[in-house]
């Protein structure tokens, strides 16, 4: 079970400014502690989509990078003459393409112009589309739909759900956000609420666990019916 336990402190400087605040508030502290605790229990279970959301200053970025490690972080180094171009060598065209509009980057003229020329929503769905592409299986988004508008992040959060869940490959996802507004919408199997710090499993969750119990019961019908067939031939 993924737990962590983290103390941030950031120690207080001497500065005119600081102590004039320091003695208009009353603060005697020379450091400045932050405690997060908790676990995010998702050891032996299936899932797809995790959400770790909360206000600024809760320890969103902080509890990801102890749970899951920053070499899942995704970041990418742009620098083509177009997007398309950005995408991995092994993808075709045609995923690329299919990718693209999975994840609602449906214009193509964008497709041929560079990422630094694209409205902050077309490369929200640029970094979406190159993560989908990529071999990576853990993946983990930081900062998720921080800066579009909120019907761009709800759509968004829609669209690259739809996509997540149309895959088979075993890849997961974890987004960080300050914004609960997209919750309905990208719909994730967990979420870790840091204004609580605590951790809970959604309806989808439940709901796919049921699925995978049902067919797992239907297989060992199935394997149990073969087997009797074969007993009855042997003999």
Not at 16 to 31: A, C, I, W
Not at 70 to 84: C, L
Not at 219 to 234: D, K, M, P, Y
Request: hydrophobic residues 35%.
């Amino acid at each position: 079970m993924p737990t962590f336990d983290i103390v941030k402190t950031s120690a207080v400087p001497k500065t005119y400014r600081t102590e004039m605040v320091r003695g208009s508030f009353d603060l005697n502290d020379e450091k400045i502690k932050e405690h997060f605790k908790g676990n995010i229990a998702i050891e032996n279970h299936d899932w797809k989509i995790g959400l770790i959301c909360g206000g600024s200053g809760t320890g969103k970025t902080t509890i990801a990078r102890e749970v899951f490690g920053d070499d899942h972080f995704t970041r990418y180094d742009y620098g083509k003459a177009s997007v398309i171009d950005e995408m991995p060598e092994k993808a075709s065209v045609s995923e690329i393409t299919q990718t693209f509009t999975s994840v609602g980057f449906a214009s193509v003229p964008s497709w041929l112009k560079p990422y630094y020329v694209l409205s902050n929503g077309e490369k929200m769905r640029v970094d979406l589309a190159r993560m989908l592409l990529d071999s990576r299986q853990l993946n983990v988004v930081d900062e998720f739909t921080s800066v579009v508008d909120r019907r761009v992040a709800q759509t968004a959060s829609a669209a690259m759900q739809k996509a997540i869940q149309r895959t088979t490959d075993g890849k997961q996802y974890v987004f960080v956000s300050c914004h609960k507004d997209i919750i309905d919408w990208l719909q994730p199997d967990w979420i870790f609420d840091t204004d609580e710090q605590r951790f809970f499993f959604t309806q989808r969750q439940a709901d796919r666990q049921s699925s995978l119990k049902s067919a797992k019961s239907s297989e060992q019908i199935r394997n149990r019916h073969c087997g009797n067939a074969l007993a009855v031939i042997t003999i």
